[in-house]
Each structure stands twice: as structure tokens, then as C-alpha cells.
């Protein structure tokens, strides 16, 4: 999959699932999959991964298939790159205890 970051812009602004967009929430957009789904995404390149709870759509941009808030590009190190290959693994519901958010 194919994966991009956003944040400044949409920060404090309401996510398509009536939240309060956090850039630094762990977090990701994704057109299809139902909010509240938990996603572990490992960046290919560095092996890094974390893991993401679904709370808005996108994107919208053709070739990418998912979004990232800013705290998860920070944590999969790619804020420089923007746009990356990740693996994405839904995880079950034992599984979905992860951190909110990353401090800047």
C-alpha cells in the first residue's frame, strides 16, 4: 500500500467521523474502512511500524491508499519521504491497545 501523511492544515478541524482532527493523534484516513478499525502500518523501508485507529476518509489523492496523521509519519519516520510503501494488518479487537498520541 501506498501511504501519505497530513496534519497543520486540518488540525483542530473535524474528521468525517465528527472528531477533532489531532495531528498528533495516532491515526490514519482511509476511504473504505469503518471508523474505529484498528490497523498496525509498518513502514517497508525502516521497519518501523505503529499502530492506527481509523477516524476519517482519504485520500484523495489517486495511487495512495491511505493517510497518516502526523504523530504516525513522525513514528514510522517518514515526514521527510511524504510518501511511502507500508504493510497494513487490521488488528483484532485483543490487539488494539496502542498509545493516543506522540509528544512532539
Same mark, same amino acid.
Given at each position: 500500500? !501506498?501511504?501519505?501523511?497530513?496534519?497543520?492544515?486540518?488540525?483542530?478541524?473535524?474528521?468525517?467521523?465528527?472528531?477533532?482532527?489531532?495531528?498528533?493523534?495516532?491515526?490514519?484516513?482511509?476511504?473504505?474502512?469503518?471508523?474505529?478499525?484498528?490497523?498496525? !502500518?509498518?513502514?517497508? &523501508?525502516?521497519?518501523?511500524? +505503529?499502530?492506527?485507529? !481509523?477516524? $476519517?476518509?482519504?485520500?484523495? !489523492?489517486?495511487?495512495? $491508499?491511505? $493517510?497518516?496523521?502526523?504523530?504516525?509519519?513522525?513514528?514510522?519516520?517518514?515526514?521527510? &519521504?511524504? +510518501?511511502?510503501? +507500508?504493510? +497494513?494488518?487490521?488488528?483484532?479487537?485483543?490487539?488494539?491497545?496502542?498509545?493516543?498520541?506522540?509528544?512532539?
Amino acid at each position: 500500500m !501506498i501511504a501519505s501523511w497530513y496534519g497543520p492544515k486540518f488540525h483542530g478541524k473535524l474528521t468525517a467521523n465528527g472528531e477533532i482532527y489531532n495531528q498528533m493523534a495516532l491515526t490514519a484516513a482511509h476511504k473504505e474502512l469503518p471508523f474505529g478499525t484498528f490497523l498496525r !502500518i509498518t513502514n517497508i &523501508r525502516n521497519g518501523k511500524s +505503529v499502530v492506527v485507529r !481509523i477516524n $476519517d476518509r482519504g485520500p484523495f !489523492i489517486e495511487g495512495r $491508499d491511505i $493517510d497518516l496523521s502526523k504523530g504516525t509519519a513522525l513514528a514510522l519516520g517518514m515526514i521527510q &519521504r511524504g +510518501v511511502i510503501r +507500508v504493510k +497494513v494488518e487490521e488488528l483484532s479487537t485483543s490487539e488494539q491497545i496502542y498509545p493516543v498520541s506522540l509528544l512532539n
